[in-house]
């Protein structure tokens, strides 16, 4: 059977293994999904900014056209070189099921195709054929657990080159683990937040992470995930008004994006409510959010909600380049996701 447990993925992925062209990353943690797959997409070694090399698919595409699939497997690089297929979303179709197995029994060449899923049971079509097949590899990815949890931590602050205090860090992990995206999220925001600081304390983690401490800024998320264009000008003004740093507020919008594409994959893709979704969300969703939430999960579609977290991503980047000009660059970057949020209405 080809496939790896939970704690063997990190190790598969310390070095290319070129002898599973045919990759199958999923599970319940979408962010740790996310991030394996870029360390995926790196080791090979394809020229990621080259839309030529690295082809982005979607899932649901796929099952409306599955030849599309066949049809980029076998296509030779203009330029020579290794290719990159990415699909997102993948569930329990059948259709790309169908195409993997063709694949996987005729080989690939030049081509790497790496496929990012949800949670999808033992027995799965998708998973079934991966792990039956010799030229592939399914790799589980799990809601971390303590042992990961400390490593994340730790690589994190060692970025920042940070110290944190053992009742610091005790908090900080009770507070974090539902997803990989949101715990790394998290603790960028904490470690700008404590920057300049020789060790992270209590009060820091308090401050930076707490829910408390969040829902001041995620009210000027929400605004932004409806289309709330007076309030959120009201809120973000507020906000510049305390003299607090804004780049928290990013982190935030980063923190609410990441949670609702994990929500509106379960509606998108695994058929789920929105109410459902929001109910059995990890970390729960609190009570005076939830009517906000599903309002999102009806305007947002899995694809807006990647190029909006691009966004966001850019804005952080250009934010910091540009200290000076931080405040206008952060208002028109979340301001434009309040308009087009508007506009999807």
């Known amino acids: 059977m080809a496939q790896k447990k939970a704690h063997e993925v990190d190790g598969f992925l310390s070095r290319l293994q070129a002898q599973y062209p045919i990759v199958l990353i999923y599970g319940p943690d979408k962010g740790l999904v996310s991030e394996r797959a870029s360390k995926f997409a790196k080791l090979t070694g394809v020229k990621l900014d080259d839309p030529f090399s690295n082809i982005r698919l979607e899932a649901a595409d796929l099952e409306r056209d599955p030849t599309r699939l066949l049809d980029e497997a076998h296509t030779v690089s203009l330029f020579g070189g290794k290719r ?3 699909i997102k979303n993948a569930g329990n179709g059948r ?22 899923a949800g949670d999808l049971k033992k027995g799965a079509g998708l998973r079934s054929a991966v792990e039956t097949a010799a030229s592939a590899m399914a790799l589980p990815c799990y809601a971390d657990d303590a042992r990961s949890l400390e490593g994340l931590i730790d ?12 009742e610091a860090r005790k908090w900080l992990k009770e507070s974090l683990g539902g997803d990989r995206l949101i715990s790394r999220s998290e603790l960028d925001k904490l470690c700008l937040y404590a920057m300049g600081k020789s060790e992270i304390t209590l009060d820091d983690v308090k401050a930076a992470v707490s829910d408390v401490s969040g829902l001041t800024y995620d009210e000027i998320i929400d605004a932004v995930f409806i289309g709330d264009l007076l309030g959120f000008n009201n809120r973000f003004d507020r906000q510049v008004a305390t003299g607090n740093a804004l780049f928290l507020i990013l982190s935030a919008a980063e923190r609410q994006f990441q949670q609702l594409q994990i929500l ?3 509606v998108e893709v695994e058929g ?14 609190f009570f005076r959010r939830q009517k906000v939430i ?10 807006q909600i990647a190029e909006a977290m691009e966004r966001l991503q850019k804005a952080v980047l250009e934010s910091r380049e540009n200290t000076a000009l931080a405040e206008p660059i952060i208002r028109q970057a979340l301001l434009a996701l309040a308009v087009q949020s508007k506009r999807q209405n």
């Not at 690589?155 to 944190?164: D, F, T």
């Not at 599903?294 to 305007?299: D, H, I, P, V």
């Open 84 to 86: 990159l297929i990415s």
């Open 95 to 116: 259709n790309l099921t169908e195409v993997v197995k063709k694949l996987a029994k005729t080989g690939l060449e030049n081509v790497y195709l790496m496929i990012e």
């Open 155 to 166: 690589q994190v602050l060692g970025e920042y080159h940070l110290a944190i205090s053992l």
């Open 264 to 266: 509106r994959q379960q």
């Open 272 to 285: 789920k409510t929105p109410s459902s979704a929001i109910s059995s969300a990890r970390p729960p969703i």
């Open 294 to 303: 599903e309002q999102a999960l009806t305007r947002w579609t899995l694809k």
